[in-house]
């Protein structure tokens, strides 16, 4: 798959519900999308594209809470990264374990260290802190 077919899939899918693309170079895409479409675009991405899903990441920005989504079209040495911002009175999200099983671990990380619930997830327990860490207090946020 080309280049330029996998942006424009991706501006087709999502429609109105993207907000910005930043087409850094060559070899790296910054899709912001609304929360609401993120599994649609994924399944684009995981199901019919075949990215390879490398990592989420969040941060806290003061103001929200952004989860990036990176995948990588290793053949064509292309990385798309979709960003999602969460703000702070709402930090809830679909999870993705439906549509890709390799997303667990991470969305587990970023609940406990930055508080945000993935709806659906099927095990959103303590991955890396310990189990009688307070309820409420999340290590990677800045309010607290």
Not at 19 to 31: A, H, P, T
Request: glycine share 4%; hydrophobic share 40%.
């Amino acid at each position: 798959m080309r280049r330029e077919d996998i942006i424009e899939n991706i501006k087709v899918r999502a429609g109105k519900d993207m907000l910005d693309l930043l087409d850094r170079s060559e070899r790296r895409v910054y899709v912001t999308i609304k929360k609401e479409i993120l599994p649609k675009i994924v399944r684009y991405l995981f199901n019919d594209a075949k990215a390879r899903f490398a990592i989420a990441s969040g941060v806290d920005t003061r103001k929200a809470i952004e989860i990036l989504y990176h995948f990588s079209f290793d053949a064509i040495g292309l990385i798309v990264s979709l960003r999602v911002i969460l703000e702070k009175s709402n930090l809830e999200i679909d999870s993705l374990t439906p549509v890709m099983k390799c997303a667990e671990w991470i969305e587990r990380e970023i609940h406990e260290y930055l508080g945000v619930n993935f709806k659906g997830h099927p095990n959103l327990k303590h991955l890396l802190l310990r189990d009688d860490w307070p309820e409420g207090k999340y290590p990677l946020r800045r309010d607290q």
